[in-house]
Structures are given as structure tokens and as C-alpha cells.
């Protein structure tokens, strides 16, 4: 229906994935990318303190259902595996999953919009030194300042859909997120 549209995917970072960061002070912490001023990104890599308008909390599987991160990540992939192209009329280009290794605890996901192919990055990791199964996850947009809701409610979606399987997985709440919210203009 859109094949017409020259489609705006944008360059893939080059600095995704798990890796020693600096914060807002110059202190190092081993973590996922942090996000950039748009409001079109969120991570749990970054405390709430150095970003509160991109930070959420990072998501924790029941670890008496799961005796290793290999099952958890197998469970997590096989949620991320049903998300539905579409829903909240997002993500309407599909998804493919780039990367995955369950054995270290990392997943990475490219979801595409339907009518301009812009690509958002999506990951899932167990970052060392971390609480025992807790799991950093970030969603960002590569092209553009605004999302438009597009992050929040992917997040929010996978987030019902692992709290159904006993995860502590928070999604983007639109009170503590103000500024997404006003930006982005939804209500």
C-alpha cells in the first residue's frame, strides 16, 4: 500500500549493544546506550536521576520460574516473537529480530513503521553486576525528534505481555513522563 514512499530507515547506531558507558558526572558503568535529548527514546541503563524523561525501570523475570538467564531469554524471545505488527497502529512494517543470544542475555530487534520505514532499535540485556534477573531494556527512534507515542507503547505492550508470564515489567508510565507525553502530544 506505501510501496511508493522512499522509506527513512536511517543509519543503524554503531554503539549499540552492552558496553562501558560515561554518565552525566563523567563515572563509568557498563550498560546499554543511553538516550539523546529527543524525546523519542527510553532505556534502564540511565537512573532516573541523570535522565528522567528517558529512564524506566529496568524489567526482572521471576527467578524461581527461571533457574537461568537462557530461560528467561528464551521466554522473553518468544514474547518479543508474538508481538503483533500493527497493534496501537505502530510497528505496522513488521519486525525482524537481528540478533539473539539467550545464553548471554541479549536481544536485538529492528521494528519498522508501515508507511516510512523508519526503524526504531529495540534491545534486551543482562548486564553483569546487575540484581539477579534483572533485565536492561531500551527502545529509541533513529530518525526524527518526536516518536509520536510510538516507543511508549511498544515498551508498554511487550511489558503487559511478560507481567502476564510473573515478570516485573514495568512499561512507560505517561504521568511519571510528562514531557513525552506533553512533546509527543498524547493524551
Same mark, same amino acid.
Given at each position: ?65 527461571h533457574g ?19 497493534? +496501537?497502529?505502530?510497528? #505496522? ?5 537481528? *540478533? @539473539?543470544? &539467550? ?5 536485538? $530487534? ?8 523508519y526503524i ?8 553483569? +553486576?546487575?540484581?539477579? #534477573? ?5 527502545? *529509541? @527512534?533513529? &530518525?526524527?525528534?518526536?516518536?509520536f507515542g $510510538? ?30 507525553? @506533553? ?5
Open positions: 500500500k506505501y510501496d511508493d514512499r522512499p522509506k527513512r530507515k536511517g543509519p543503524k547506531p554503531k554503539d549499540l549493544g552492552v558496553a562501558t558507558r560515561k554518565d552525566m558526572i563523567g563515572e563509568e558503568y557498563l550498560g546499554l546506550k543511553p538516550c539523546g535529548p529527543a524525546p523519542n527514546c527510553f532505556c534502564s541503563t540511565d537512573s532516573v536521576e541523570d535522565d528522567p524523561d528517558h529512564s524506566i525501570p529496568s524489567w526482572t523475570y521471576p527467578t524461581s520460574k537461568s538467564v537462557s530461560s528467561a531469554f528464551r521466554e522473553l524471545e518468544s514474547v518479543i516473537g508474538g508481538y503483533k505488527p500493527g497493534q +496501537g497502529n505502530i510497528d #505496522g512494517g513488521g519486525f525482524a529480530v537481528v *540478533s @539473539s543470544d &539467550v545464553e548471554k542475555g541479549y536481544i536485538y $530487534v529492528q521494528f519498522e513503521a508501515l508507511k516510512n520505514g526504531d532499535d529495540f534491545e534486551v540485556a543482562v548486564v553483569s +553486576g546487575g540484581r539477579e #534477573g534483572e533485565v536492561q531494556v531500551r527502545s *529509541s @527512534s533513529r &530518525v526524527g525528534y518526536l516518536d $510510538v516507543n511508549a507503547k511498544r515498551l508498554n505492550y511487550i511489558a503487559k505481555e511478560l507481567r502476564e508470564k510473573g515478570w516485573d515489567a514495568d512499561g512507560v508510565d505517561y504521568k511519571t513522563h510528562r514531557g513525552y507525553v @506533553s512533546e509527543n502530544n498524547l493524551s
